[in-house]
T-cell receptor, first 111, second 111 residues
Framework: GENVEQHPSTLSVQEGDSAVIKCTYSDSASNYFPWYKQELGKGPQLIIDIRSNVGEKKDQRIAVTLNKTAKHFSLHITETQPEDSAVYFC??????????FGTGTRLTVIP | DVKVTQSSRYLVKRTGEKVFLECVQD?????MFWYRQDPGLGLRLIYF???????EKGDIPEGYSVSREKKERFSLILESASTNQTSMYLCASRKFGEKLFFGSGTQLSVL
């Protein structure tokens, strides 16, 4: 099955700096890549997703890039704010099949 | 907004007890999922259901069973709870092929 690796496991940045979280996947047939944010005491929430026919997608301060050749995708958060502090998960799937999740990155934004 | 409701936020049980975790969604989603979340391991799929009365094993089904008698409700059953089943349990649902929505989770402690 699919194997998704995520790095780093923890990340601390100063408020206003950028944060980048990277994931790699093993199955070249994977074509859907969502990112989830999990705040303390809550379930994961979808923040952005990308499909394999697109190389980059942006939503305000959040962007995701996909490199199909290298089989990796990244989450970029610009102008970080304290409320961005959370655990972030990447995931991959083939079409409507089940998602395979990375192990998570705990992001801390230092005011 | 989609609402996925898990019946308990915290649960403490004793070894050998039969444990029921309940999940209800209000958006007529066909697909429902149970994950467990452990530090450093990310989200691992226990069981899923594509529709009423249907169930499929995920990656770690051992020691668990599920029930989906009604479309909106998906129950996870620990037949005889063990200490290694202490974990955060997350329920999720989606329309087939669409985005996945999570509940807030149940933190289960087995003593």
């Amino acid at each position: 099955g699919e194997n998704v690796e995520q790095h780093p496991s923890t990340l601390s940045v100063q408020e206003g700096d950028s944060a980048v979280i990277k994931c790699t996947y093993s199955d070249s047939a994977s074509n859907y890549f969502p990112w989830y944010k999990q705040e303390l005491g809550k379930g994961p929430q979808l923040i952005i997703d990308i499909r394999s026919n697109v190389g980059e997608k942006k939503d305000q301060r959040i962007a995701v890039t996909l490199n199909k050749t290298a089989k990796h995708f990244s989450l970029h958060i610009t102008e970080t704010q304290p409320e961005d502090s959370a655990v972030y998960f990447c995931a991959a799937s083939i079409g409507a099949n089940n998602l395979f999740f990375g192990t998570g990155t705990r992001l801390t934004v230092i005011p | 907004d989609v609402k996925v409701t898990q019946s308990s936020r915290y649960l403490v049980k004793r070894t050998g007890e039969k444990v029921f975790l309940e999940c209800v969604q209000d958006m007529d989603h066909e697909n429902m999922f149970w994950y467990r979340q452990d530090p450093g391991l990310g989200l691992r799929l226990i069981y899923f259901s594509y529709d009423v009365k249907m169930k499929e094993k995920g990656d770690i089904p051992e020691g668990y069973s599920v029930s989906r008698e009604k479309k909106e409700r998906f129950s996870l059953i620990l037949e005889s709870a063990s200490t290694n089943q202490t974990s955060m349990y997350l329920c999720a649902s989606r329309k087939f092929g669409e985005k996945l929505f999570f509940g807030s989770g149940t933190q289960l402690s087995v003593l």
